[in-house]
């Protein structure tokens, strides 16, 4: 019943900036750690960036690091993906997942428990 839904998606010029957002219903975001994926046509699904439940720590892909920044709301039940300098390699479906991960784990997709449906962001050049 726990559901993560994206939005914020849309299309952009390469250098602009998006917010994505996921909102959690069905639960509390506060029990989870969530995190962000996204997935390009013809390519496997890859970690972006995720945060401790806690709000403590954040990891990052080295592709998006300096670029990229979650964080959380706990008290909006939501989870958030800043995007500046947006490249065209950008271009993906972003998913937001929601897991009980710890240690080095955060990056690993079977960690994670509930998934939502994806937007779609596309960065011209």
């Known amino acids: 019943q726990v559901q993560p839904v994206e939005s914020g998606g849309g299309l952009v010029q390469a250098g602009d900036s998006l917010k994505l957002s996921c909102e959690v219903s069905?639960?509390?975001?506060?029990?989870?750690?969530p995190a962000w994926f996204r997935q390009a046509p013809g390519k496997e699904r890859q970690f972006v960036a995720g945060?401790?439940?806690?709000?403590?720590?954040?990891y990052y892909a080295d592709s998006v690091k300096g670029r990229l920044t979650i964080s959380r709301d706990d008290a909006k039940n939501m989870a958030n993906l800043q995007m500046n300098s947006l490249k065209p390699e950008d271009t993906a479906v972003y998913y937001c997942a929601l897991g009980y991960y710890t240690g080095s784990s955060y990056a690993d997709i079977s960690e994670y428990d509930y998934w939502g449906r994806g937007t779609q962001v596309t960065v011209s050049s």
């Open positions: 945060i401790s439940w806690s709000g403590g720590m954040t």
């Open positions: 069905g639960g509390s975001l506060s029990r989870y750690a």
